[in-house]
């Protein structure tokens, strides 16, 4: 069990961002509007470079309050701009926030008194996704469904709960200097791995529904492409180090990824395969309306016919990019 982190405890918001000036604004409003007293708050935003106004959007912020900072994080990755970040803090609890997510009012203040109901060493809520868009309310809809993400539970859970990892998080200092900050050796997917030492180190991660942050996914085919894609070469990276990371459900779609090739070979080449492979796929079209039909209930037409194909681009996209990190070198 942790220690008590006593009454009311310094927290450090760490925020990374990079180009994001159409939704930093909309984060910092967030942080700005926590009950939590901003005499005990510390808002430390990195920066890696960004070309737009986020810069500027920050520096007015940091000029009416005077808790929120901006740092430069010269190594641009999301990883590296945390460590600088809580490097340059002070506080006894880190909670992170990405530039394209944000805080119900309420929220330190709840993650606080969760920290020390429960003695986690990190806790975190739900991911809850709001799209501007027909494609991004879909990839919303479906990033949310168990069919969609497999074990993220921190998409769909509604019961509090010890897991393998949590989005953002707020966690304890102590947790950080016992098992290490973030590894900046990985763009992406450096939550789950930090969360995955925590845990080796004896310590516990707890979701809890009563926790949701606001999230802008994105907004187009390939963007949601290349980023489950990288979240799989990223996931494999980390396995070849230490392959407890891995669940049975993250082998699902690599598998697919390599089967679906054969499948389709031995259906051309043998006509009496050809039916296997015609039922697999309509199996697998089936599941995807019906997951997509659950997934979009009282959404707009317009959303709830594209969530099915969101399925198969994340399910593919992160197969081979797990594939492509398993077969990376470095």
């Not at 220690?3 to 984060?27: F, N, Q, T």
């Not at 109901?117 to 975190?124: C, K, L, Q, S, Y």
């Not at 949310?144 to 709960?161: E, I, K, L």
């Not at 004896?202 to 489950?228: D, H, N």
Request: aromatic share 6%; charged share 20%.
């Amino acid at each position: 069990m942790s220690e008590p982190l006593g009454e009311l405890p310094m927290v450090s918001v760490v925020i990374p961002a990079l180009d994001e000036e159409r939704h930093i604004a909309d984060c910092l409003d967030s942080v700005v509007a926590q009950t939590y007293p901003h005499e005990r708050m510390e808002v430390i935003v990195a920066d890696g470079g960004s070309t737009d106004a986020t810069r500027e959007i920050v520096a007015g912020y940091a000029a009416r309050h005077p808790f929120i900072r901006l740092i430069d994080n010269r190594d641009r990755i999301q990883a590296a701009g945390l460590n600088r970040a809580i490097e340059s803090s002070r506080g006894d609890v880190v909670a992170r926030l990405d530039a394209h997510a944000a805080w119900p009012p309420g929220h330190l203040s709840r993650c606080v008194r969760l920290l020390e109901e429960t003695g986690a060493d990190n806790v975190g809520g739900t991911m809850s996704a709001v799209g501007d868009t027909p494609l991004a309310d879909a990839i919303g809809c479906a990033t949310a469904s168990p069919f969609g993400v497999g074990g993220a539970r921190y998409r769909y859970a509604t019961r509090q709960q010890d897991v393998d990892t949590v989005w953002l998080g707020c966690m304890r200092r102590s947790a950080l200097e016992r098992a290490g900050l973030y590894d900046e050796s990985l763009a992406v997917h450096e939550d789950y791995e930090l969360n995955h030492r925590i845990r080796r180190s004896g310590g516990r991660v707890v979701f809890s529904p009563e926790l949701p942050v606001t999230y802008w996914p994105r907004e187009a085919w390939g963007a949601l492409a290349r980023q489950y894609f990288r979240y799989g070469a990223a996931k494999a990276r980390v396995a070849r180090g230490d392959a407890g990371v891995l669940r049975p459900h993250h082998l699902v779609p690599p598998l697919a990824v390599a089967l679906a090739p054969v499948a389709m070979l031995a259906g051309l080449c043998r006509p009496r395969r050809r039916r296997t492979v015609l039922l697999l796929g309509s199996g697998y079209a089936a599941a995807c309306g019906v997951a997509g039909a659950l997934a979009s209930r009282g959404r707009p037409p317009a959303v709830r016919r594209r969530v099915p194909f969101v399925f198969p681009v994340v399910h593919l996209s992160w197969g081979a990019g797990f594939w492509a990190g398993l077969l990376r070198r470095q």
